[in-house]
């Protein structure tokens, strides 16, 4: 936070040059999620007679209270832009006293244009989660459940021609998990790459793109007062591949589809996967009407944890998420999410606490408000 305090005073100077534009959204929903990493320590339970621990109840359901803001700052000249843009979001849980939920943000960028080919550009943001209720036992929920997040990052553009250009960057990161007596974060270190198409409105294909990243993480564990909790440190190395394009299939309708590779390796070889995902979103709006669905499907493979029967374990994972918006008056709008997410493991034991298939669904109604 005082690094961000720190950079906004740096570019005030910037900022006095001319009017600032501000522009973004509020939103009030009432809705209904099931959601197993909700309040765990309440649904521990249908434990057998000759068992002293209870097994995870996969299906709690709960009416919650969702409020969320967003605001955009942002200031551009001939050569410069600066932005912030903070975001909050709280979920309230009436009838789950330890489930309520904090979401926060703020990211502030910068980028300055040098020539007719390059641009440099910085950002930096923090993010803070904070989740009331217990952790319970690690062998539910291994990452403890409020964490604060800080992450900086440099890069260049450069314009190969009027439809292309490259983007390199390098950024770094800390997250730090909030529990009590333990030293429990991770420090990381990612370099990207992304070739990126932009083409004239005529096209049928708007944009097309592809990315990759590599990421550098060491995990750091152990209690206070522990001298020598350093050397427990965990090395990981994480990679992703990544191609989407935006394609306007009708004047109304737009479809963006993508593929997704990504893997880790890690020290502990148990904590190695891969994972393949395939997806799309498409959109169709009018003046009054705005709907949006996002679906894709991912498989991962952890060649190396075999709970049982010496089978690698394989998760399949299904997700779906409808947003729409219906404008009832100048910049006041009624607002429907409905989201869900299925994930099929191939351990079948269903009295184990991990490795297990679970599904999370959502639906929340609401009113959205633009300024």
Request: no cysteine.
């Amino acid at each position: 936070m005082k690094n961000i305090i720190f950079l906004t005073a740096f570019f005030i100077p910037f900022l006095a040059t001319a009017q600032l534009k501000f522009s973004g959204y509020a939103s009030q929903q009432i809705g209904v999620e099931h959601n197993p990493f909700n309040n765990p320590s309440s649904y521990v339970f249908d434990k057998p007679e000759d068992e002293e621990e209870g097994f995870l109840e996969l299906t709690p359901t709960s009416v919650l209270s969702r409020s969320k803001i967003y605001i955009h700052v942002r200031q551009k000249d001939k050569n410069a832009t600066f932005g912030l843009r903070p975001k909050l979001t709280y979920d309230y849980f009436p009838s789950l006293e330890n489930t309520n939920h904090l979401r926060g943000a703020l990211e502030q960028y910068f980028n300055f244009k040098i020539n007719k080919k390059w641009k440099m550009y910085e950002r930096f943001s923090f993010v803070t989660n904070q989740r009331s209720g217990d952790a319970v036992d690690e062998d539910i929920f291994i990452i403890p459940r409020s964490y604060e997040r800080w992450q900086g990052g440099m890069g260049a553009i450069f314009k190969i021609n009027r439809t292309w250009s490259v983007d390199v960057g390098a950024n770094f990161l800390k997250n730090n998990f909030l529990t009590e007596d333990e030293l429990n974060y991770y420090k990381a270190f990612s370099v990207e790459g992304k070739l990126q198409g932009k083409f004239k409105k005529s096209n049928v294909v708007r944009r097309m793109e592809i990315s990759s990243e590599w990421q550098q993480r060491n995990w750091f564990r152990g209690m206070e007062g522990e001298e020598d909790w350093e050397e427990t440190a965990t090395s990981m190395q994480y990679w992703q591949a990544r191609w989407s394009a935006d394609i306007m299939a009708t004047e109304k309708l737009e479809w963006s589809p993508f593929l997704k590779a990504a893997g880790r390796n890690s020290e502990r070889t148990s904590q190695n996967w891969w994972s393949l995902q395939a997806g799309f979103s498409t959109s169709w709006s009018t003046e009054d009407v705005s709907l949006k669905w996002s679906t894709s499907v991912a498989h991962r493979l952890h060649p190396d944890l075999k709970p049982a029967n010496n089978e690698a374990l394989k998760y399949v994972y299904f997700r779906n998420k409808i947003t729409a918006e219906y404008l009832l008056k100048e910049n006041w709008s009624l607002l429907l999410i409905v989201q869900h997410t299925q994930r099929f493991s191939s351990f079948k034991e269903e009295t184990s606490m991990a490795f297990r298939s679970y599904r999370n669904a959502y639906a929340g109604l609401g009113l959205k408000v633009r300024f």
